[in-house]
């Protein structure tokens, strides 16, 4: 018997995180040799003059990867070339100084698809309707 519940629960969140952490882990031999390492947190800002967030992007590598959550750039600094450099930025900081060899990002359709393919990204993903009406893009890009 099993009784089946539907809320928010921090503790249990964690709990199935690692049990199914410690479940894949036995069953990969990749992920198994990974095990000790963790998500670091990878953030690069910009700021205006007056130290007000012209943009950012925030990330996190893990097992040679870079996965960019966010890159955004205020309105009225967009087209100056500031996006390019943040992505840059994380990337050089992703290559050097932990051993990153690749990028993984998503977007959607009315964000940004064809600036990450400027920047070198290929789609592998696309996910029509996802929310509905928008498509998201899966795109990576090899670190050379």
Not at 83 to 110: I, K, N, P
Request: proline share 5%; with cysteine.
């Amino acid at each position: 018997m099993f009784r089946i519940e539907a809320e928010v629960d921090k503790e249990r969140r964690e709990l199935l995180r690692t049990r199914l952490r410690d479940t894949n882990t036995a069953a990969s031999p990749a992920l198994r040799a990974l095990r000790p390492e963790r998500e670091q947190p990878l953030h690069v800002w910009a700021l205006d003059a007056g130290d007000g967030l012209a943009g950012g992007l925030v990330g996190h590598t893990w097992a040679t990867w870079l996965h960019v959550a966010y890159l955004w750039v205020d309105e009225r600094h967009r087209g100056s070339g500031l996006g390019s450099r943040l992505l840059a930025q994380a990337e050089h900081l992703a290559r050097t100084e932990r051993a990153c060899t690749r990028v993984r990002l998503e977007t959607w359709d009315f964000q940004a698809p064809d600036f990450y393919r400027k920047q070198g990204y290929k789609v592998v993903c696309t996910i029509p309707d996802y929310p509905p009406g928008i498509t998201e893009y899966t795109l990576v890009k090899r670190l050379a």
